[in-house]
T-cell receptor, first 120, second 117 residues
Framework: EAGVTQFPSHSVIEKGQTVTLRCDPI?????LYWYRRVMGKEIKFLLH????????ESGMPNNRFLAERTGGTYSTLKVQPAELEDSGVYFC??????????????????FGEGSRLTVL | AQSVTQLGSHVSVSEGALVLLRCNYS??????LFWYVQYPNQGLQLLLK??????LVKGINGFEAEFKKSETSFHLTKPSAHMSDAAEYFC???????????????FGKGTHLIIQP
């Protein structure tokens, strides 16, 4: 079974340009999450989709970031226009259940390899 | 609010030696606790999780962690390090039991584990 895949693995752009990151979750996983790790800092939550609906986007930094999940399958995260502080690694994760963990239950998040964004 | 502190951005041990990666958490409710590992050029992989059952949790690849409420700690250990254990390790806490939101998964800054031959 294919895992969570992200594209591109690395993107280098100039300040002011636009970049679109893509995430393909594990087939059948309704829940999709985006996280970001800025260099030297923690991995931080950005937003959570349930199917095509945004369940929680409280972690999105500002309105330069736009996430979509049309049809409830793959998701895109667009940064427009990119700023220097947007550099980092963007992780996508998916789960079958809404990430609620109890002893022995599912809900585990499966992460992709991340997309590294460098803004010059 | 929940938070995680991982002591040491880099930990170096000799092959065959004990691995100890430290994690302390802050949570206003009984937490869910996790250790994730990221091997080079791979995604985050769940090593183990604590979900209010046994306080000593066994994970994959011989790792285990013990939940100590009195110390608010969830340190990761492995009796004998192997070269293949070289990776970055992340401790994470969740108050809500959810992956998302302000009380969802909160990660520490990560610890690079270096294995000396």
């Amino acid at each position: 079974e294919a895992g969570v895949t992200q594209f591109p693995s690395h993107s280098v752009i100039e300040k002011g340009q636009t970049v679109t990151l893509r995430c393909d979750p594990i087939s059948g996983h309704d829940n999709l999450y985006w996280y970001r790790r800025v260099m030297g800092k923690e991995i931080k939550f950005l937003l959570h989709f349930v199917k095509e609906s945004k369940q929680d986007e409280s972690g999105m930094p500002n309105n330069r970031f736009l996430a979509e999940r049309t049809g409830g399958t793959y998701s895109t995260l667009k940064v427009q226009p990119a700023e220097l502080e947007d550099s980092g690694v963007y992780f996508c994760a998916s789960s079958q259940l809404p990430g609620r963990w109890t002893s022995g239950s599912g809900g585990e998040l499966f992460f992709g390899e991340g997309s590294r964004l460098t803004v010059l | 609010a929940q938070s995680v502190t991982q002591l040491g951005s880099h930990v170096s041990v000799s092959e065959g030696a004990l691995v100890l990666l430290r994690c302390n958490y802050s949570s206003s409710v009984p937490p869910y606790l996790f250790w994730y590992v990221q091997y080079p050029n791979q995604g985050l992989q769940l090593l183990l999780k604590y979900t209010s059952a046994a306080t000593l949790v066994k994970g994959i690849n011989g790792f285990e962690a013990e939940f100590k409420k009195s110390e608010t700690s969830f340190h990761l250990t492995k009796p004998s390090a192997h070269m293949s254990d070289a990776a970055e390790y992340f401790c994470a806490v969740s108050e809500s039991g959810s992956g998302g939101g302000a009380d969802g998964l909160t990660f520490g800054k990560g610890t690079h584990l270096i294995i000396q031959p």
